[in-house]
């Protein structure tokens, strides 16, 4: 296990040039970073919604579709902001 103090450790200059390969060849998949950008947002969202439905209908025995009512959000508002 020599190491002399002209090489570089841990690398080598043979993996260096290999990585640098394997960066260039990324910009090639735009279009997976895009679909990743767009599809993230978008089942954050629906999860969101999906868990206010349960929540509000499930638990609370409300109706679901009163989650997608803007006068449900006003009552709560009004209930958490009584005292101000």
């Known amino acids: 296990m020599e190491q002399g103090k002209n090489k570089r450790f841990p690398r080598q200059t043979e993996e260096v040039k290999s990585k640098g390969k394997e960066r260039e060849r990324s910009g090639k ?3 997976l970073r895009v679909a990743k950008m767009v599809l993230v ?3 954050l969202f629906f999860s ?3 868990g206010l439905m349960i929540g509000y209908g499930g638990v609370g025995k409300k109706p679901m579709s009163d989650v997608f009512d803007l006068g449900t959000y006003k009552h709560m508002w009004d209930l958490m902001f009584e005292d101000t």
């Open 29 to 31: 998949n735009w279009r």
């Open 41 to 43: 947002p978008l089942l």
């Open 48 to 50: 969101l919604v999906i």
